[in-house]
């Protein structure tokens, strides 16, 4: 469901060297993954036999034993579409191969042998085993049927899922082989695992499964052997990990007695997508492998995946004075080395009370601050005009007053009034005219305030402004030095809050936080504001949650609507989303004119819509296909 799978990490209770009763366990697991919709359930390493089970490989009793067993599962899911990956031990040529079988309707899709056996202290794999790597032929003979053999396999559906197998050690390789399924198209990566527990082994565990789902851009599903195959010196905990992308989405509670499941819902559209935006991905080496297809995968009817609503706003287990302070710096010295580099002085900033200004004035203060510079260089500018209520008006003042910058007021009613005259325009018809004047003749001020006192002029617009063209351009859309332009409006709030640490600011901070967002560009109503943004473009919350989907993930509009109605749960329903979503690609498109020529500012997150480096888009496209598919 919109590249969505559902897959599973498998750990049975062990009873080694009995195939037969680890397959009633594994049977048992199978059948719970078909009942939950899983595509992929992955058991540990050697999971009939038990992977301890040492010398007694050496036995062709063990092995027959397994093959019967292997059987038994065979003929017990010859209906289930749920694609099983066991480990067995496989004989071949007369060696002996630790392998992954994958297994579908009561058919064997391939065998993927392990590649790098550890041979080291309580490993000694090389006594029974020998490396998949240098097998010749590319198929092998089990239980009577010929099928695929090799560690160049990979398992594809033909949509968004292809997966390859890897064993245990094969991770903690240098070269793991999972390095070059990915760069030929796995997009997810399994791995059959038996790793005894020492000490915190499990931390360094799950930091290798996490990170190699980071470089190889993929899902990583790990799952090792359970306390049941604990014996003589080793002690197994059966951990079981699922990773996506950098991002541990579960993992079990490890020494647990029972057979247990855990699954996860893995995005594999979107890992398609980010891979297509990364040269490394794409110049990665390829090498030959072969592509098993697969055919009727389970289908998930429902994510059951927690969607953040505030995609681009840190979890609540960040630290977020860490993370703030991160964002502010790199505001703070994008701006110092502008300055430095032109040797001004000075900055120039409209304050209006609002979110934007805030930010733009805070990040421009601790610059001031982290150098030295005295903040009266500061050149805050309050601009009343037809809209300004007292209340931003004076919380513009209070701040600029507490942070000890240089405070400056120009009415811009007159000269409003004056422009309206010059070219004809009714000063009753509110319209975009009305607003527009008011916007540039802030402007206006501000660069000629600039020139006159020798300072730049720092820009105040945000991403999720950017990203909908909420500007006049020309207007506030033009500044010498755009420095909120890679932060999103809902994270604006986010770090303006954490100024609140500062006591001399912090109610006047609550006060801006808690003001409705307006350009106040409308007359007011007895000092009301009148004119809200979020009712006349919808809540930012929504248009920093399409925005995120649509410019990371190139997600289609279709699943945007699907996954933001997950995120919001019952805030909003889909009329009033599929209402602001087609406005957002209305406004994204249009207004792409306004970003082409955007200011510098600096890149804060990984979403940027610079037309320099990040979002190189015409201005001319047409939007009607992502319209027409929501509309399908
Ligand atoms: N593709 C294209 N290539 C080149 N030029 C294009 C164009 N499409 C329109 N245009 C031209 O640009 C004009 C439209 O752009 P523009 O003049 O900016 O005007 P427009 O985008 O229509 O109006 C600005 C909007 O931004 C809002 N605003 C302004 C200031 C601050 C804030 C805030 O809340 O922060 C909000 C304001 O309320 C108003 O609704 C058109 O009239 C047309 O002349
Ligand atoms: N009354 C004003 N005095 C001084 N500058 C203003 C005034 N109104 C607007 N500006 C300038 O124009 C910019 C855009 O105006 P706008 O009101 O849309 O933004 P904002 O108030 O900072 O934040 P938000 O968009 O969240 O309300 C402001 O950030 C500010 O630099
Ligand atoms: N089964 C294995 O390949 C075990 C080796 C691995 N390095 C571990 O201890 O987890």
Redesign the pocket.
């Known amino acids: 469901m919109y590249g969505y799978y559902r897959v599973a990490a498998a750990v049975n209770t062990t009873t080694v060297a009995n195939p037969a009763k680890n397959a009633e366990e594994i049977l048992a697991l199978v059948k719970e993954s078909e009942t939950k919709e899983v595509s992929v359930v992955v058991f540990p390493e050697l999971t009939l036999t038990g992977y301890t089970a040492s010398d007694l490989f050496l036995n062709q009793t063990l092995l027959t034993a397994q093959n019967d067993a292997l059987e038994n599962i065979l003929n017990h899911t010859e209906k289930i579409n749920t694609i099983i990956v066991l480990g067995i031990a496989l004989l071949e040529a007369d060696r002996l191969y630790n392998c992954a079988v994958i297994l579908q309707r009561g058919k064997i899709l391939g065998v993927v042998p392990k590649s790098y056996l550890p041979n080291k202290k309580e490993f000694y794999e090389k006594r029974q085993f020998v490396t998949g790597r240098d097998i010749v032929r590319t198929t092998t003979e089990l239980l009577g049927k010929e099928v695929p053999f090799g560690v160049d396999l990979l398992f594809s559906d033909g949509a968004d899922m292809t997966f390859g197998v890897e064993i245990c050690e094969d991770l903690w390789a240098v070269t793991p082989p999972s390095n070059h399924m990915a760069s030929n198209g796995a997009n997810l990566l399994l791995n059959l695992s038996a790793s005894n527990e020492l000490i915190g082994k499990h931390e360094y565990r799950e930091e290798l499964v996490r990170t190699q789902s980071a470089r190889c851009m993929a899902a990583y599903v790990y799952t090792s052997s359970g306390v049941g195959e604990s014996t003589t010196d080793t002690v197994y905990g059966g951990h079981a990990i699922i990773s996506e992308y950098g991002t541990t989405l579960v993992q079990n509670q490890r020494f647990r007695m029972d057979s247990h499941l855990i699954t996860a819902d893995v995005d594999l559209e979107k890992l398609r997508w980010l891979r297509i935006n990364e040269s490394s991905y794409s110049d990665g080496r390829r090498k030959k492998t072969r592509t098993v297809k697969i055919e009727n995968l389970p289908k998930i009817s429902e994510i059951q995946r927690e969607i953040t609503p505030a995609p681009f706003v840190p979890s609540v287990y960040t630290d977020k004075q860490q993370r703030c302070d991160e964002i502010v710096h790199i505001q703070a010295y994008g701006l110092i080395k502008r300055m430095q580099h032109t040797n001004i002085q000075k900055a120039v900033?409209?304050?209006?009370?609002?979110?934007?200004?805030?930010l733009?004035l805070l990040s421009t203060w601790r610059a001031f601050e982290i150098m030295g510079w005295d903040s009266r260089n500061i050149i805050a500018?309050?601009?009343?005009?037809f809209g300004?209520t007292s209340r931003?008006?004076k919380n513009?003042v209070t701040l600029c007053k507490a942070l000890g910058t240089t405070l400056k007021e120009v009415d811009?009613t007159d000269i409003s009034l004056k422009e309206f005259e010059a070219i004809g325009h009714d000063k009753d018809e509110h319209s975009v005219t009305y607003e527009n004047v008011q916007?540039r003749a802030?402007?206006s001020i501000?660069m000629n305030m600039a020139n006159k006192e020798g300072g730049l002029v720092i820009g105040?617009?945000?991403l999720s402004?950017i990203a909908l063209g909420?500007?006049t351009y020309n207007?506030?859309h033009m500044s010498m030095y755009a420095l909120n332009s890679g932060i999103p409006?809902t994270l604006?709030k986010y770090v303006i809050e954490y100024f609140k640490s500062n006591e001399k600011i912090a109610s006047v901070i609550d006060d801006i936080l808690a003001t409705p967002?307006?350009?106040?560009?409308l007359p007011h109503n007895h000092d009301k504001i009148t004119q809200e943004?979020e009712e006349i473009v919808g809540p930012y919350e929504l248009h920093d949650f399409f925005l995120y989907h649509f410019i990371k993930y190139g997600a289609k509009p279709r699943k945007i609507q699907y996954l933001a109605l997950l995120a919001f749960g019952d805030k909003y329903d889909k009329v009033t989303v599929t209402k602001w979503l087609k406005l957002f690609l209305k406004r994204f498109f249009t207004q792409q004119f306004k970003r082409s020529c955007m200011p510098d500012g600096p890149k804060v997150g990984t979403i940027s819509l610079s037309p320099r480096a990040d979002w190189k888009m015409p201005s001319d496209a047409e939007m009607n296909v992502w319209l027409k598919e929501l509309e399908a």
Do not use: Y
């Open positions: 900033i409209g304050i209006s009370g609002g979110l934007d200004s805030t733009a500018v309050t601009m009343p005009g300004t931003t008006k513009a811009i916007a802030r402007t501000l105040t617009g945000d402004e909420w500007s207007g506030d409006k604006i967002i307006s350009p106040e560009l943004t």
